[in-house]
């Protein structure tokens, strides 16, 4: 997804209620991104990094407490990859 379709998709999660009060910017941001996600967008934050949303296959694993075997299902989870600018300020 391009910055500038993230931001028509940011600015359409705005309601006037949110500009005039002031709102809270970061709840917007919050729901842009999982609305993207839900729809299974890829979002590119430049400069910080991607998430996207992955299907995890089932898999077998063990219950460290009780040594039992057992079978987890398949899921879907969010993945996030650090930008190369974000890695080199960390190392």
């Known amino acids: 997804m391009s910055k500038k379709n993230f931001v ?6 705005l ?8 709102g ?6 919050i729901k842009t ?6 729809e299974g967008e890829e979002v590119t ?8 949303v992955v299907q995890r ?4 694993g063990i219950n460290p407490k ?3 075997k057992l079978v987890i299902s398949a899921k879907k989870a969010v993945t996030f990859k650090a ?9």
């Open 8 to 13: 028509e998709k940011l600015n359409g999660n």
């Open 15 to 22: 309601t006037i209620v949110d500009v005039e009060n002031g």
């Open 24 to 29: 809270d910017m970061y709840d917007v941001f």
């Open 33 to 38: 991104i999982t609305d993207l996600l839900e």
């Open 45 to 52: 934050l430049n400069g910080i990094g991607k998430l996207k």
């Open 57 to 60: 296959k089932a898999r077998n």
């Open 66 to 68: 009780t040594k039992e």
């Open 83 to 91: 930008s190369k600018k974000i890695k080199d300020l960390i190392n």
